[in-house]
């Protein structure tokens, strides 16, 4: 089966790439491993915990016991399903603050400073937020809308913020990041709004776009020109252009690393050929941790009320006839970005605000109504790495994040906690709070440490293990084309080229290195760069701690 480009992965870059090549004229075959996205466990926004949590849409990745962390195996949900990770995640929309992407680009990653990807987050955004913003796109195919913040206790979080001395926000994915505020969610209609709905099926119902569903086990190659895709089963896909991996910041180093790209003394081990020895391939893992500060409340206003058979019945009732009620929200309805400490650049934590006390996996606090805050810095000193665990394409790589290893994680992780407190102090949340629920316990370091280490979990940010940089650069793994260095007709577009971990989820980025990437490989001139500067003030309270 032969095509101009063979894209692996169907997730938040592959599925833009493929819109986006299809667009031009090409033919293109998308190879997804997962099935279909039909069914109200992906679709119904209030129903996000589930598809993470069911094999049949996630690749049941779990990390190396992280030392740091009590040992624990940590979980590293992936999307094995058409839209990849954007059809399991919290819908929750970030586009990362300016500085990330300058830091991109003073890293080696040329033409990727926040003025290079304003453009491109404008091209792929139709939003929905109420008032004509030019910071904003309204034209494009990723639906995005303003929550409505329908819980008085998501007003009074943002309230509390500014009680605290922290600014509110407008918008956070404008001109100013740093504050309280609405969050944005992918969802339309009252549904989830991936980007198999965005970009993928819109592509394969207009263009020469042919999705098959198969495991890709390597790239095939001339010498060191990619010439297709090696299928489990033994059929192989041609590609008259370019090989572009999309397969996420998990498997596109493990291909990489089967097709004898990587660090050459880990592929010898395995007995793989090295094709181009790239030690950087699997190295530079990152990610966020976040932990839930939970309280129980005063009042049962709380969406704890539909916490049972009953309830959850009534709501995916209505969202099944009408599209509408708790069920077409994420409930992650309130945010904040806040500095932890004078002389901070730009804010390093980050708040998702929840009206119930729950955990990802759907157990409810024992204390019956509730709220919680996820909470966590955003930088992160500690790198990890995406290594081989046997030569069989089969089997799942080992990934050992190697989180909290840094000593600046721990003093982040204390600031954070104790701000995060004095949040829920401020008079609009505190008539609310019976109680703290967790952590529950003191305030000195080693309380925070020892929580911190039991509880903390992964807010499934995993990036940056094919970093973009300077083709000089000896841990880069692309060029600021996205080509695989040291090949030809190969490329990386996904969360795995970031070289550092943006502000935020992390869902956007990688949907804009598709679009931009797209454009790389078509050969086209850049959009035009956006110089404005993004709201940036040293003063408020959140930098004068």
Same mark, same amino acid.
């Given at each position: 089966?032969? /095509?101009?480009y063979?894209?692996v &992965? ?11 090549? @299809? ?7 998308? %190879?997804?491993y997962?099935?279909?996205d ?12 589930y598809?993470?949590?069911?094999? =049949? ?6 990390s190396? #016991? ?10 590293? #949900?992936? &999307? ?5 990770s954007?059809?399991?995640n ?5 586009r990362?603050?300016?500085?990330d ?17 304003l453009?491109?987050?404008?091209r ?13 796109? *309204? ?5 995005i809308r303003?929550?409505?913040?329908w819980n ?15 600014? %509110? ?9 740093e ?9 339309? =209609?009252? =549904? ?9 099926k ?9 999705l098959? =569903?198969?495991m ?16 489990? &089963? ?15 910041s ?14 050459? *003394? ?9 094709? %181009? ?15 839930? %500060?939970?309280?129980?409340a005063r009042?049962?206003?709380t ?5 049972? !058979? ?6 995916? /009732? ?13 409930q ?7 500095r932890?400490?004078? @002389? ?17 996996? @759907? ?9 919680q ?8 000193k ?10 069989d ?16 994680d ?11 407190? *004095?949040?829920?102090?401020? #008079?609009?949340m ?7 629920i967790?952590?529950?316990?003191g305030?000195?370091?080693d309380?925070?440490? /020892? ?5 903390a ?25 996205c ?5 030809? &007709? !190969? ?9 550092r971990?943006t ?11 598709g679009e ?14 956006? *110089?404005?500067? #993004? ?11």
């Amino acid at each position: 089966m032969k /095509a101009d480009y063979i894209i692996v &992965g169907s997730g938040s870059a592959g599925s833009a790439l493929a819109y986006r090549l @299809g667009e031009a004229g090409h033919s293109v075959i998308v %190879v997804e491993y997962g099935g279909s996205d039909a069914g109200p466990f992906i679709q119904m926004p209030g129903a996000l915990s589930y598809p993470m949590n069911m094999r =049949r849409y996630d690749w049941g990745f779990t990390s190396e #016991p992280e030392p740091h962390l009590d040992n624990r195996r940590m979980a590293v #949900p992936r &999307g094995k399903v058409i839209g990849g990770s954007s059809s399991v995640n919290g819908m929750v929309y970030v586009r990362g603050h300016a500085r990330d992407f300058d830091h991109w680009a003073e890293a080696g990653a040329a033409g990727w400073s926040f003025a290079d990807v304003l453009p491109y987050y404008r091209r792929m955004e139709h939003w929905h937020g109420g008032t004509a913003s030019d910071w904003r796109g *309204e034209n494009g195919p990723l639906h995005i809308r303003r929550a409505r913040q329908w819980n008085p206790l998501m007003h009074a979080f943002v309230e509390a913020g500014r009680e605290a001395g922290y600014p %509110v926000t407008p918008d956070y994915n404008g001109h100013q990041q740093e504050g309280f505020g609405a969050f944005d969610m992918t969802v339309h =209609r009252g =549904r989830r709004w991936s980007v198999a709905s965005a970009y993928l099926k819109p592509a394969l119902e207009r263009f020469n776009l042919r999705l098959l =569903r198969g495991m890709a086990q390597r790239v095939t190659f001339d010498g060191t020109r990619a010439t297709g895709v090696e299928m489990a &089963g033994g059929e192989d896909l041609q590609a008259r252009r370019e090989v572009i991996l999309c397969a996420s910041s998990i498997n596109t180093p493990k291909l990489l690393m089967h097709s004898g790209i990587g660090p050459a *003394e880990q592929l010898v081990n395995h007995g793989i050929e090295v094709r %181009v020895n790239r030690p950087g391939v699997g190295q530079n893992l990152q990610d966020h941790l976040e932990v839930y %500060v939970q309280y129980a409340a005063r009042k049962p206003i709380t969406l704890y009320r539909y916490w049972n !058979l009953l309830g959850k019945a009534l709501v995916g /009732a209505q969202w099944l006839f009408t599209k509408t009620g708790h069920g077409a929200s994420n409930q992650f309805e309130s945010c904040a970005f806040i500095r932890s400490r004078a @002389g901070v650049d730009y804010p390093d934590i980050q708040f998702h605000f929840l009206p119930i006390a729950v955990r990802y996996d @759907g157990t409810a606090s024992a204390e019956g109504h509730g709220f919680q805050a996820h909470v966590g810095p955003m930088r992160s000193k500690a790198r990890g790495e995406v290594t081989l665990a046997s030569p069989d394409p089969g089997d799942d790589p080992k990934i050992a994040f190697n989180y909290m290893s840094h000593e600046d994680d721990w003093h982040a992780w204390r600031r954070a906690i104790r701000l995060t407190r *004095e949040v829920f102090r401020q #008079p609009a949340m505190a008539e609310h709070v019976k109680h703290e629920i967790q952590p529950g316990g003191g305030d000195s370091d080693d309380e925070i440490d /020892a929580f911190v280490r039991e509880h903390a979990e992964s807010a499934y940010h995993p990036c940056g293990t094919a970093r973009m940089g300077a083709v000089d650069d000896p841990g880069a793994v692309v060029d600021p084309q996205c080509r695989v260095i040291g090949t030809q &007709g !190969l490329r990386v577009a996904d969360s795995s080229i970031f070289p550092r971990i943006t502000n935020g989820n992390t869902n956007a980025p990688s949907i804009m290195v598709g679009e931009k990437a797209a454009d790389h490989i078509l050969g086209r001139t850049p959009l035009a760069r956006d *110089e404005r500067e #993004p709201w940036v003030h040293p003063d408020w309270k959140s930098a004068q701690r």
